[in-house]
Nanobody, 124 residues
Framework: QVQLVESGGGLVQAGASLRLSCVHSGRTFSSYAMGWFRQAPGKEREFVAAISWSGGVTKYADSVKGRFSISRDNAKNTVYLQMNSLKPEDTAVYYC?????????????????WGQGTQVTVSS
């Protein structure tokens, strides 16, 4: 059973940066594509970023392109989301997700494993 544990959320001012981390408990982390999603109050969960098993392919939501960066360290079973130039509209609970395929997906339905989420709050 795969477990995902996120960390790194917090309360910051607009323009600040945060780095989220997600540790994958499985022994075959390198065979999983990983994604980050977020859900703001009263809104549906939305795609933020995803990365292929090797890290060679990434994809971003238009709303975060150029500000957020997803990366992974397969030796540490960890995926990261570097968030720069944060805006109040980035406020949400951020979830890490894993799918046991090498190819990434922007659809939440494609991910079988989810973390508990970490809160990111950006004040204006």
């Amino acid at each position: 059973q795969v477990q995902l544990v996120e960390s790194g959320g917090g309360l910051v001012q607009a323009g600040a940066s945060l780095r989220l981390s997600c540790v994958h408990s499985g022994r075959t982390f390198s065979s999983y594509a990983m994604g980050w999603f977020r859900q703001a109050p009263g809104k549906e969960r939305e795609f933020v970023a995803a990365i292929s098993w090797s890290g060679g392919v990434t994809k971003y939501a238009d709303s975060v392109k150029g500000r957020f960066s997803i990366s992974r360290d397969n030796a540490k079973n960890t995926v990261y989301l570097q968030m720069n130039s944060l805006k109040p509209e980035d406020t949400a609970v951020y979830y890490c997700a894993a799918r046991s395929y090498s190819i990434l997906s922007i659809s939440s339905d494609a991910y079988a494993y989810w973390g508990q989420g970490t809160q990111v709050t950006v004040s204006s």
